[in-house]
């Protein structure tokens, strides 16, 4: 008995994935696949590829191009084309089955460059959290000397206390690392009326400071308290201001008490500018040049000839010093209101020099990052001795270490020129005997190579399988729209889009991406899967699995698309980047594509061996999805082909004009609800139903008129056309 067309049909597509499993198990078949698969990874270049004719013609089979095999030339400009270019050769051929090839190879490769957008805006939001951070510690660590410091009875208990220890030479600016406590100890319990005491004796004279912050006496004990409040509060003041490296709010506060402190006791504009931290207040309050000598500074304080020939007398009106620099007797160097204008000066101005250096240091970070293109770059100063202006913009390198929590003084340029060059792969490099994990970020956050050179970032998706995906995405959601429903579609889908893209650029991740439903329902849909029938449950389980594993789960789902979803990612089935995913001309994602396609394509040419029906029906169904508009039916021969079939249709239609073909299509297909497997299968059941009819029933009389006549209009032709198939 002779089955029917749909009978024939849904003996293969009740069970896709059995049919195409007895496919691929086909000794031609598994041949061809798994040489293609082991020897696709070794191709570099178009001419590879097409120099190897059992590669080639399988990637010509896959795409449904076999008749095309034999035109090279015409092929190498297609794989040459720029996809990002829309006026490039494969994306103005109307048959799109072009376009589909050359998507699933990437010959340029992505581009190479020292830190693509997100990593330079991952190190930047960490450079300007850093900023946060520093101050948070500033704070946790006063809070707790002062919390301790009252507790203390012998110099023995500061000095072995680790956490007290630092804070006291980081008040100073003295090394934590190579003071020893024995020393610190001397230090603390010297007598400091004693000249000959260590404290006096010691060439740096903060030490000699820190001794008159505490209170131990000679043998350590203290009478009382090891420090007073007061004390308390002046190394405090010392401390914020040694560990800033920025103006935080911290600071400004700390900077203020000191100057409302030690102002009202200096007796002269020279005593003043005698103190650092005074004269640094004065230039940021009056917005004086921070290379100004500390005598000018002075000078404009009290001397009326200087501060007019400088062109600023407003330092004269906010001190009472007199005209030689000297105090009055029992006068202030301020008065009260004189002291609240200044303050409020100096709020101003450091608050905006606050803002302005972090975002100067920012933008000259993101442009010179964009320009490097070997490792050389990373050490060229943007300072120039002629060039005031960029003096007191960071380095990028002085941000790009900031970010990662590594002072610049730690490492030397030749030190870090051999850690950015290393391979944090494999484990014997020089940045991972370091064993210090921000030096091992610092390397992954870059993309210089051994040799200096720069190549393209690792991340979650390459920038063609993001292209590619955001681009589907697009052509779903617009499918068979037009004039304002299409145009805010197109907005909506944009949105989505520009998320997407810069989104999966920072996923390290598979759990990072899965926690996203925003970016698993884009990728979802792209692929014209409903995210509402996909559990995350289901989700996580298919990126857990192994790809290579034909019995894991997700290569058990009767629907292939979900392990292309899952190899378009460069994870691991642990969930982590893994390289050895994005490596070739083709991603792992594209390569699996390829194969099935291989795999579809061929059960389709046997069924059509058999049935050229069953094998219309059966491309219509796997095309159905991808169909965006009617000329995506009437571009496609074999569509063409399956639509005049099953609407009854001359074939002289295809001799009219093709915006009138366009109307018929529209006229009898809801091209939007293609993506409905339940609407696609009413068309194959009406496509095999009249499939088999015209084959088995006699030649139409209409149809071998139109086909002979060449003088009938086009007009008629459509007409005759919507009586036949009404």
Request: charged share 25%; proline share 2%; glycine share 4%.
């Amino acid at each position: 008995m002779v089955l029917s067309t749909y009978s024939s049909y849904l003996t293969v597509n009740r069970d896709m994935k059995a049919s195409l499993s007895k496919v691929e198990s086909q000794a031609p078949v598994k041949r061809d696949t798994e040489y293609y698969e082991a020897n696709i990874g070794k191709v570099k270049t178009v001419d590879d590829l097409l120099g190897d004719y059992r590669l080639y013609s399988y990637a010509m089979q896959a795409y449904g191009l076999g008749e095309m095999t034999y035109g090279k030339a015409f092929m190498r400009k297609v794989l040459d084309s720029d996809l990002s270019d829309s006026k490039s050769f494969a994306n103005t051929l109307t048959d799109k089955r072009y376009l589909q090839m050359a998507q699933a190879f990437n010959f340029k490769g992505d581009a190479k460059v020292a830190q693509s957008t997100a990593q330079a805006d991952s190190t930047t939001d960490a450079y300007k959290a850093s900023f946060q951070t520093e101050e948070t510690n500033i704070k946790t660590e006063a809070a707790y000397f002062a919390s301790k410091i009252g507790a203390i009875t012998n110099v023995d208990d500061l000095v072995n206390n680790t956490r007290l220890r630092t804070y006291v030479l980081d008040s100073a600016g003295l090394d934590t690392t190579f003071t020893s406590k024995a020393y610190l100890k001397q230090v603390l319990t010297s007598d400091l009326a004693d000249p000959d005491s260590v404290a006096n004796q010691a060439k740096n004279p903060a030490w000699k400071k820190l001794t008159g912050f505490f209170n131990f006496n000679a043998d350590g004990t203290v009478n009382g308290q090891a420090q007073t409040a007061d004390q308390t509060e002046d190394l405090k003041l010392d401390y914020v201001a040694s560990m800033s490296t920025y103006p935080s709010a911290t600071l400004l506060d700390a900077n203020q008490r000191y100057w409302d402190k030690h102002v009202p006791q200096v007796q002269s504009a020279q005593d003043l500018v005698k103190d650092s931290r005074l004269v640094a207040y004065v230039k940021t309050a009056f917005g004086l040049n921070p290379t100004m000598l500390a005598s000018s500074v002075a000078s404009l304080m009290y001397s009326q000839n200087f501060a007019q020939t400088y062109g600023n007398t407003k330092l004269l009106d906010a001190f009472e010093f007199s005209s030689d620099g000297t105090l009055p007797a029992g006068t202030s160097a301020q008065t009260p209101a004189q002291m609240s204008a200044v303050a409020k000066q100096y709020t101003a101005e450091f608050r905006k020099d606050a803002d302005k250096k972090i975002a100067d240091a920012v933008t000259n970070y993101e442009t010179r990052i964009a320009k490097m293109t070997k490792l050389d770059d990373f050490f060229v100063s943007n300072k120039k001795d002629d060039d005031k202006k960029n003096d007191e913009v960071s380095e990028v390198w002085d941000v790009a270490l900031r970010a990662f929590g590594i002072n610049p003084d730690e490492v030397s340029k030749s030190e870090l020129k051999k850690i950015l060059s290393s391979d944090v792969t494999d484990k014997k490099s020089y940045v991972n005997r370091l064993d210090d994990d921000r030096y091992v970020n610092l390397v992954k956050a870059f993309n210089f190579t051994a040799d200096g050179g720069t190549e393209a970032p690792l991340t979650a998706q390459s920038q063609r399988m993001v292209a590619q995906v955001t681009a589907d995405y697009k052509a779903v959601k617009l499918r068979a729209l037009t004039g304002t429903a299409k145009e805010n579609a197109s907005k909506a889908a944009d949105k989505e889009i520009a998320y997407y893209a810069s989104t999966i650029a920072g996923i390290k991740t598979a759990d990072q991406f899965l926690a996203d439903s925003r970016l698993t329902k884009f990728v979802l849909e792209a692929n014209g899967l409903d995210p509402k029938e996909v559990t995350t449950t289901d989700l996580r389980r298919m990126f857990k699995s192994d790809l290579s594993d034909p019995k894991s789960f997700v290569n058990t789902q009767s629907n292939g698309k979900f392990a292309e979803i899952v190899a378009s990612f460069n994870f691991s089935a642990k969930g982590q980047l893994d390289a050895t995913a994005a490596e070739g001309v083709q991603q792992r994602g594209a390569i699996l594509e390829t194969t099935n396609q291989y795999l579809q394509q061929t059960l389709e040419v046997q069924q059509g061996e058999q049935n050229d029906g069953v094998r219309l029906a059966l491309y219509f169904k796997r095309k159905a999805p991808e169909i965006t508009s009617p000329y995506s039916i009437i571009s496609d021969k074999a569509l063409f082909t399956f639509f005049k079939t099953a609407y009854n249709l001359p074939t002289a239609i295809g001799n009219i004009d093709v915006a009138k073909q366009a109307d018929l299509v529209k006229k009898y297909i809801d091209v939007g609800k293609l993506g409905d497997p339940d609407y696609v299968d009413k068309i194959v059941k009406r496509f095999t139903a009249l499939y088999d009819t015209q084959k088995n029933g006699p030649t139409s009389t209409s149809l071998s008129l139109l086909g002979r006549s060449a003088s009938i209009s086009a007009d008629t032709l459509l007409a005759v056309a919507q009586l036949r198939a009404g």
